[in-house]
């Protein structure tokens, strides 16, 4: 499996990705917004892109979708549910779907749902995984629940899925919001080491190059998955008079990402 990211450098920050089958050529390009810059990334490579494949129904990942179809004549895959949402979807995913690319690319299909109710991730069956996660899962954040979505529910994912991937899993989020979310972290959790070290490089970053991170790193530096920290749920008690004494992670979780809504 070859993976490119793509920095579309727009105002929302949007990763697009292409993913690669190294026998065949084949590709799928993953929420392609900036459908130009995927085209181009494909054809300087050699490869065909074959499928396109939505994370979730939100404009800035759908929206390339048609300039990319007439161009290639790629299928649409999506949650199932998204249907109806995802204008000309053509494959509806549910959880433990298989989706390939080319011969030697297999990729797991995750309902994962929070940011909106019918998001996918896509996990790759590679001996280092990688986990394609939209607006689920950022570097050291997790998406809002504005449009569509809820916190109950990205908790449930959350403990429930992406906590218990491999440690080496790789990451790969729709966009780049790893400074802000950085400091977020550093103000839930001041003594934070790893998160106050990563922020130095990760403000100096070229998005173009930009740092993957794991899911072993993201335990150590993202707020979301540091919900049993004593520090989080002290600053947590000072915020939020009804938390108590030993909160539970998922209140932990809800007011957390209730502070980042207006953080």
């Known amino acids: 499996m070859i993976v490119e990211q793509i920095w ?29 810059k995927c085209l181009a990334g494909a054809k300087a490579r050699g490869w065909t892109i ?37 204008p000309n979807m053509d494959v509806g995913l ?25 998001h996918v991730c896509l996990l790759s069956r590679t001996d280092q995984p990688a986990l394609f996660c939209g607006d689920t899962l950022f570097n050291a954040g997790a998406g809002n629940c504005h449009n569509g979505g809820h916190p109950n529910e990205l908790y449930e994912t959350f403990a429930g899925q992406l906590a218990k991937l491999p440690d080496e899993t790789m990451i790969y989020p729709g966009h780049d919001y790893i400074a802000n979310n950085l400091q977020f972290t550093l103000d839930r959790e001041p003594d934070n080491e790893k998160a106050k070290a990563l922020l130095g490089s990760a403000e100096k970053q070229d998005p173009d190059a930009a740092l ?3 899911i072993g790193l993201e335990k150590e530096v ?23 004494d030993n909160p539970d992670p998922k209140t932990v979780f809800v007011k957390l990402r209730e502070l980042r809504n207006s953080w």
């Open 222 to 244: 993202n707020t979301f998955f540091r919900l049993h920290s004593p520090t989080v749920i002290c600053r947590l008690q000072e915020a939020f008079s009804d938390v108590g």
């Open 212 to 214: 993957v991170t794991t």
């Open 8 to 36: 579309t450098g727009n105002a929302y920050r949007n990763f697009n990705y292409l993913i690669a089958c190294a026998e065949t050529g084949e590709a799928m390009a993953v929420d392609p917004l900036d459908h130009e």
């Open 50 to 86: 074959t499928q396109i494949l939505n994370t979730h129904e939100h404009g800035d990942h759908i929206g390339g979708n048609g300039p990319m179809v007439d161009a290639t004549g790629a299928k649409i895959l999506a949650h199932a549910n998204a249907k109806g949402r995802i």
């Open 94 to 118: 549910g959880a433990g779907d298989v989706v390939k690319v080319g011969k030697s690319v297999e990729l797991e299909s995750l309902d994962t749902p929070g940011h909106t109710m019918s």
